[in-house]
Each structure stands twice: as structure tokens, then as C-alpha cells.
């Protein structure tokens, strides 16, 4: 059996070792038994020693050519300059470490990033030729709307008339209340039968659905690979078993293949569609549609003919007026566009901390590498030649990199675990952020290249020059070449501009967020307690307006409850263009309108307990009920849109086209809500009563001046007494619900402000590791300087002007940066633009701070110099 490289390479050295120890013992020997032999020749006891040491020195020297020939030459002078390194470094272990902390800090914050953007963006979707789905969206020219659900009927039209797909299907994400020994609510898909098809999936148990599924749609369901897991123990029977899904027996006919979830890992039933979608309707509707390219068609192909179908249903069918269809990579839809910029905003923030941490070490490099000007010449003086010195840098640089990259790794693990903690919950794959060694293997290669590059300069210059000449003039002046000097300058101002650029850009973040918080949402945050409920299915929905009427009569028994309502929904998600025509107006008919809608039913006391303010008419009463004619409150933008510049208390309008919808008569004007999140504008809302639209979907919110915390478990306890079968998925406050929404800014801004103080300390250490060299190398010229009359004033302000000098240079560079790339990301500000004058001079002025503090401590080195002590070194 062939030996393992590595069990070889341990044997021989464990062998050597021996050997070793051996070779000594017997050389000792050889030495006293040769000592003693020539005393009795007649010999004194030293010359004796003398003569066997030369004996001595002839077989050591034999013995070395054996050992030679036994481990290679290369192994030897490795190992000989690998110690000489170590030793080198452990003579000055302060700059040892400040460079591996530096590289480390890099290295390991752009292997933690990159490994995030990698796994978000980089990475294929765990399904076959990932790269051929797309996702086909609704586009409402109109509102401006380019990624938008659609109506089914309208999906049908593409599937049918669609040439450049192999297949599409529909799907629309719900929630369902299932019971498998624990009721709870979950996220489930109500899907076309081929979605498995068209995503190329296998089934892990039993199979997927099929076409004969439609005609059992409320009796047949796929089970999630995920859910299948850590909800059923991963059950080897679990086919054929059924569970309660929304009130109704449900059988599980298959498993999907691990790591397929689809569209994310919470969603954990398929269910479905029925054969027939009788009264679905055109243009705008809650489908989401994906579709997978046929073999040999390109993005551009598959646009062009949705475009043309869009436009042949747009000429056919009013509904579908200002409505087209767009195309999109099924990635891009899963990630979101805000992450993907996010993403690379932080990605480029944290590869600017890289490029100023190489500028910092190969500056410390190349001061390193001048002040060794003594030691490079006193070996050259010795025999040592030029590929030597060049080979035991490269060796102590080996050793600074190792050592950096061992740090480094650590470092990029916890950025990563505390990453994914700090991260919002809707940043997409999370769960698959790992640590990528290539990503930390090419930073490692990035780092060596500027400590070989900014390292072996020096060790060059110097070995082209005289031996003799260097160590007469090792003590005298100033050492460094103009070229170093200038390299050294630059790599301050490449520093500065860099670290001005990246803080100025966190800066603006900053700012946006400080704005975003400073916007008024338009209700009661505090003191409220949000608690989200579901019917199941298998109840009709007039079935909710009784429970909220039960529901409602129990919360305000609760000791410290001041106010309850019910609103089916809480905050509100992305919404699509619904069509509305509006009553006539004096100024004559009022053409149909398309805009964004959210239509939230609600109960009597929900403007007094969210604190909305009422601008016209009235809210709901107990008249408002289900035989009393549609009523409405709306908001102030809905007013201004059907009714702009009158007063729409009275008025009346209707959903759609259509002149069978009824008519709805609108009762009040309600303020403006920021229910989708504070920096996004309010959208058109329309309040219905609940007994009139009721939901099985809704949401108790509660007032109380009490302790929220203590209230929570009294309010589970009531909604659980009077229907155990309704769960409760949690209890939250208002103020947590819009958290959620900030997030994402959150996080951004966070970690981008957290890069960006690590290249302001960067910087600052940067310059006054300049400086203080510079200090050091002028001395006697600052000696020579006082004693002939500067004051120590002067030497103050010229040391610091040189300083200052190289900052304010690079200040200014990175501030046209910053403009620059500020304008690739302006999506991500708000309220705040890329000229910002706030942000900009806010973070010059920071920079030029911190090089101030940086100059300071060298100038005040140099003003106190003692002119004697400089004039006798010299």
C-alpha cells in the first residue's frame, strides 16, 4: 500500500529529529574520545581540544552532507529562513501585529461580505438550468407599476399564444390554518398543476401534481421538503396521510426534493387549482406567473412576443387598457432589486476598506523596508546576494500573511454569524451565507501582493547600491529615495480618498435613515398591541363578522384595555392598479381611473384607536351594516384623485368598469397612512365597513396605557377561550410591525457606517504612521535646524502643514468620488441626494479631524527634539 504524502512527510521529520539527537550524542563522543587519546600522546589538555575539535569540525562535516542528501537543500534553507523570519518579526512584534490585525480586518470583513452577496446573488437557484426561469409581470404604464401580479384569464392568454416557453405557471401565495395535532397558521401556494414541470422538480416521496389534481383541488396537496422535516419528524409514511388544511381533510400525495422550496423556505403546501377559474377576471389580479424559456430562446425573444400578446389583449379588451407585460430573470424576483443594490453598495464599501488596509500595510512596509537599510547592507557586506534578501522578505511576508489569514477567518466567521443575526428576516437565502475560502484565499493574494510589492522595494534599491557605501552613510540623514517618499505620500492621499468616499456615502445613509424616522405616519404607533388571526376556509366569511363581534366584547373586558378594533389588515404590502369610475362632477363625467388601491375593512373604533385623524364627514356606525346601502371612508389622496379641488363627502363611485358593481357612497375623509413603510409615499386607501366586507383574515388591535408585555398572555388567553380552533400566530406591537419595514435601511446603514469607521481609523493610522516615520528619519535635521534658531513652533506647524497637506489632497479627491458613486445609489437615499452639502463637508470635515489628531502627536515629537542629542548622534 502506497504511503500518504502528509504520513510521510510526519515520519521523516520525526525521524530527522531523532537522528539528530542521535548525530549530536555520537559527535560529543567522537570529541572526548579524541581529546583523551591525544593527552596521552603527550599533548596539554587545551591543545588536545583544539586538535579533536578539528577532527570534530571534519565529521560534522560528513555527517551534514548526509543529511543533506537525506532531506533536500530547498527544505533546509526554507526551514532556516522560515525561523530567521519568525525571529526578524518577534524583534519588533508591535508592527508584526499592527499589520496582521490590518490585513486581517480586511480580509476578513470582504470574506464575510462576499460570501453574503455570493450566496444572495451569485449563486443559481437550487433548480435545474435555474438560469432558463423567468418570471412575467403585469406593467402599468399608467401608475408607472413594471412588476405587477396579474389576472388569470390574462395568464391563460400568455400560456396559450406563448411560443418562447416550454411552459408557465400561476401561483398565488396564501395563508392557510392547518391542523396536524397543532393548529397554526402557514404560508401555502395555490398553484397551476405543471408548476413542478415548469421548475424541473422531482418528488422526494410519492410525486407532484398532475392534471388529474384540478379536479380535487380542495382534497389533494404537496407537501415542502422543509415542512416534511421539522413539522411531520420526516415521516417515511407521510404519503397518503392527510391533515386538516383550512377546516377541510387534505391528502399529502408527495414530498418535494430537499432544498427546492419554492418561492421561499416558509411556504409549506402546494395546493392546487381547480380545473375551472369561472369569474376570474382580466388585467390586474394577484397571479404571479413563472415561466421557463424553450431551448434556444433568449430574454429578448421571449419579450418581444408577451409585448405583442399584451398588446393584442389590450386592443380586444378595455380592462386591459395601459396594461403591458414585461420579463424578468426568476433570481431577480427572489432577491428583490433593493437587496441586489444594498448588496453592492456594502460589497464595494467593504472592498474600499480592503484597498485602504493594503495602502496601510504597504506604507508600514515601505517605511519598514528603509529603516532596515543597515541590516540589508551589513548582510550584502557579508556574501549575502540579492535573491537572498528577496527570498527571506518573501518568506516573513509568507509568515505576516499566514498569520493574517488565520485571523482573518476567525474574523469572517463572526462577521458572518453576526450578520446573518443582525440581518432583516426578508433578506432571501440567509440560511445559505457560509464562509467562502476561495473569497479568502484571493483577499490572501491580494493582501501578499501589496506586502511583497511594498516590502521587496526597498530590499531592491538597496542591494543595487555598495555595500561599503551603505554602511558608512547607514547613520546619516535622511535614508529614503524621492521614489519612496513620493509612493509613500500617495498611498496617504489614495488613504484618505477612499476612506472620505466611503464615509461620506455612510453619511448619506445615515441622513436618509435620521429623515425617514422624522416622517410623520399618520397613526398611533405607541401603546398598541397588534395581534394577527385567520378563519379557516372552510367557514363562510359572513362567519367572521359574529366571531369579531364576540371577539371585540371580550378584549374590552380586559383590565387596562382603553380601545379595541379589528381592520383585516395591518400594514399594508405591494399593491397593484385597480380601476375605479367615479360619480359625475360639474365639470361633466369623470373618466375611469387606474391607480394602486388598498381597500381595508375595518371596525367602527378603528380611526379613534389608531389615532387618524378625520378630515370631513363621519366614521362608520352600527347603521353601517350588511343590508344598509356601501359605504366608505377614504383617504385624502383617494379624495384628491376622484374629486380634485371638491368636496367628496356624498359622492360615489365604483370598483371597475363594469355597471353592475354597485355604487358606494363615500361618508368621510380619513388622513393619510404610511401603512407600506415611512419612506415610501402614502398610496390611495379606501375603508369599508366590516360588516359589510367582512374577512376571514383580520387583525385585533388593541389600545391600553398598561404594561403591553403583561397584556399579551390575558389577550392570547381570551381569543383562545372562545375559539381554540383559530391559532394565534404571535403578539406584537405597532411600533415592531413598522420596525420591520426599516429593516432593511437599518441594516444597510449600520454596516456601511461600521465600514466606514474602520476606514477612518485606517486612515488615521495611516498618516501618522507617515509622519512619525518622517520624524524619525529627520531627526538631525531637525536637531541641526533648532540649534541654529527654529522654534519649536515652527517645527510644530511644519510638521503638521505636511501632514494636513497630503489629507486635505486626498479629502478632496475622494469627495468628487463620492459624488460619483453617489449617484449610482441614489434609490437607496431618501430625502437626501448625492450632492448632499451636509454629508459631504460633514465627512471632510471628520477626516481632516482625525488627520489633524494623527499629525499632532508626531509634530509635538518633533518640537521637543533636543538639538545636543541629535548633533551627537549625528
Known amino acids: 500500500m502506497r504511503m500518504k504524502p502528509w504520513l510521510r512527510r510526519l515520519l521523516n521529520l520525526t525521524w530527522r529529529n531523532r537522528w539528530e539527537r542521535e548525530m549530536a550524542e555520537e559527535m560529543r563522543h567522537h570529541l572526548e574520545q579524541q581529546t583523551r587519546l591525544h593527552v596521552k600522546a603527550g599533548m596539554n589538555e587545551d591543545d588536545a581540544r583544539w586538535a579533536a575539535q578539528r577532527q570534530f569540525g571534519h565529521v560534522a562535516g560528513i555527517q551534514e552532507g548526509v543529511r543533506d542528501a537525506r532531506f533536500p537543500r530547498w527544505w533546509a534553507a526554507f526551514s532556516r529562513d522560515l525561523r530567521l523570519g519568525v525571529r526578524v518579526l518577534g524583534r519588533n512584534p508591535g508592527f508584526a501585529w499592527v499589520v496582521v490585525l490590518t490585513l486581517a480586518i480586511g480580509v476578513g470583513a470582504n470574506t464575510a461580505m462576499f460570501s453574503l452577496v455570493n450566496a444572495v446573488l451569485l449563486r443559481p437557484l437550487p433548480f435545474p438550468e435555474a438560469d432558463r426561469l423567468v418570471m412575467v409581470w403585469t406593467e402599468h ?252 522578505l518573501l518568506v516573513e511576508n509568507g509568515v505576516l500573511c499566514g498569520v493574517a489569514a488565520g485571523v482573518g477567518g476567525v474574523i469572517a466567521g463572526v462577521t458572518i454569524l453576526a450578520i446573518r443575526a443582525a440581518a432583516p428576516a426578508n433578506l432571501p437565502r440567509l440560511d445559505e451565507v457560509t464562509l467562502n475560502l476561495g473569497v479568502l484565499g484571493v483577499a490572501l493574494v491580494l493582501a501578499l501582493g501589496s506586502l511583497c510589492v511594498s516590502g521587496l522595494q526597498p530590499a531592491l534599491e538597496w542591494s543595487r547600491r555598495d555595500a561599503l557605501s551603505l554602511l558608512r552613510n547607514s547613520g546619516r540623514g535622511p535614508s529614503e529615495t524621492p521614489l519612496a517618499r513620493r509612493a509613500r505620500n500617495l498611498l496617504v492621499v489614495a488613504e484618505f480618498a477612499l476612506a472620505v468616499m466611503l464615509f461620506s456615502g455612510a453619511a448619506m445613509l445615515v441622513r436618509s435613515f435620521v429623515q425617514v424616522l422624522e416622517v410623520p405616519p399618520g397613526y398611533r404607533t405607541k401603546d398598541l398591541l397588534v395581534v394577527p388571526l385567520r378563519l379557516d376556509a372552510g367557514r363562510p366569511e359572513s362567519a367572521a363578522s359574529p366571531y369579531a363581534a364576540t371577539l371585540l366584547e371580550r378584549v374590552r373586558a380586559l383590565p387596562g384595555v382603553t380601545a379595541v378594533t379589528i381592520s383585516d389588515e395591518a400594514m399594508l404590502g405591494e399593491r397593484g392598479a385597480t380601476q375605479l369610475t367615479a360619480d359625475r362632477s360639474a365639470a361633466g363625467p369623470v373618466s375611469p381611473l387606474r391607480i394602486p388601491l388598498a381597500i381595508t375593512a375595518i371596525t367602527p373604533d378603528y380611526f379613534r384607536v389608531m389615532g387618524v385623524p378625520l378630515r370631513a364627514g363621519r366614521v362608520f356606525s352600527d347603521f353601517d351594516g350588511p343590508g344598509a346601502p356601501a359605504v366608505a371612508v377614504v383617504n385624502e389622496l383617494l379624495a384628491h384623485q376622484l374629486w380634485p379641488g371638491e368636496d367628496p363627502v356624498g359622492r360615489t363611485f365604483r370598483q371597475g368598469a363594469d355597471s353592475r358593481q354597485p355604487w358606494i357612497t363615500v361618508v368621510g375623509v380619513a388622513g393619510d397612512q404610511r401603512l407600506q413603510a415611512l419612506d415610501r409615499p402614502p398610496i390611495a386607501q379606501m375603508f369599508r365597513p366590516w360588516s359589510q366586507q367582512p374577512s376571514r383574515g383580520m387583525n385585533v388591535i388593541v389600545h391600553s396605557a398598561s404594561d403591553l408585555a403583561t397584556l399579551a398572555p390575558s389577550l392570547v388567553d381570551v381569543i383562545q377561550r372562545i375559539d381554540h380552533s383559530v391559532p394565534v400566530e404571535r403578539v406584537i406591537t405597532m411600533e415592531q410591525l413598522l420596525g420591520r419595514t426599516m429593516a432593511s435601511r437599518r441594516f444597510r446603514t449600520h454596516l456601511l457606517s461600521t465600514f466606514a469607521g474602520i476606514a477612518l481609523v485606517l486612515a488615521g493610522v495611516g498618516i501618522f504612521g507617515l509622519l512619525h516615520y518622517s520624524v524619525a528619519q529627520s531627526t538631525q535635521e531637525i536637531g541641526i535646524r533648532t540649534a541654529l534658531g527654529a522654534t519649536a513652533g515652527q517645527i510644530l506647524r511644519e510638521v503638521l502643514a505636511s501632514g494636513l497637506r497630503l489629507a486635505a489632497v486626498g479629502v478632496g479627491l475622494g469627495l468628487v468620488g463620492a459624488v460619483v458613486l453617489a449617484r449610482m445609489f441614489t434609490a437607496l437615499l431618501y430625502e437626501t441626494g448625492p450632492t448632499d452639502p451636509v454629508s459631504l463637508f460633514g465627512a471632510a470635515l471628520v477626516l481632516l479631524t482625525v488627520a489633524l489628531l494623527a499629525c499632532y502627536l508626531p509634530a509635538r515629537r518633533a518640537a521637543r527634539v533636543d538639538p545636543m542629542l541629535a548633533l551627537r548622534a549625528e
Request: charged letters at 20%; a positive charge; glycine letters at 12%.
Open 141 to 392: 404604464r399608467q401608475t408607472g407599476g413594471h412588476r405587477q401580479t396579474t389576472g388569470f384569464l390574462n395568464f391563460t392568454a400568455w400560456k396559450e399564444a406563448a411560443g418562447s416557453f416550454s411552459d408557465l405557471a400561476a401561483y398565488d401565495p396564501v395563508s392557510v390554518v392547518i391542523d396536524a395535532g397543532e393548529v397554526r397558521r402557514t404560508s401555502a401556494l395555490r398553484c397551476s398543476t405543471h408548476l413542478g414541470s415548469v421548475l424541473k422538480l422531482k418528488a422526494h416521496l410519492g410525486r407532484l401534481l398532475n392534471e388529474d389534481d384540478s379536479a380535487r383541488s380542495e382534497s389533494v396537496a404537496v407537501l415542502c421538503h422543509s415542512a416534511w422535516q421539522h413539522r411531520f419528524g420526516g415521516r417515511p409514511d407521510m404519503v397518503g396521510q392527510k391533515v386538516i388544511v383550512d377546516g377541510r381533510p387534505v391528502e399529502i400525495v408527495g414530498v418535494t426534493s430537499p432544498g427546492s422550496e419554492f418561492p421561499d423556505k416558509q411556504t409549506e403546501l402546494w395546493l392546487p387549482l381547480p380545473a375551472s377559474r369561472g369569474g376570474e377576471e382580466r388585467g390586474a389580479g394577484p397571479w404571479f406567473v413563472v415561466g421557463r424559456l424553450a431551448p434556444g430562446v433568449t430574454l429578448a425573444q421571449a419579450q418581444a412576443e408577451v409585448s405583442g400578446i399584451a398588446a393584442v389583449l389590450e386592443r380586444d379588451f378595455s380592462v386591459n387598457a395601459g396594461l403591458g407585460a414585461t420579463i424578468a430573470p426568476l433570481l431577480d424576483h427572489v432577491v428583490g432589486r433593493d437587496v441586489r443594490k444594498s448588496l453592492m453598495l456594502l460589497l464595494g464599501a467593504v472592498g474600499t476598506v480592503l484597498l485602504i488596509a493594503c495602502a496601510n500595510v504597504a506604507n508600514l512596509m515601505l517605511a519598514r523596508g528603509v529603516s532596515r537599510r543597515r541590516e540589508f547592507a551589513l548582510r550584502l557586506s557579508l556574501g549575502a546576494t540579492r535573491g537572498r534578501l528577496v527570498t527571506q
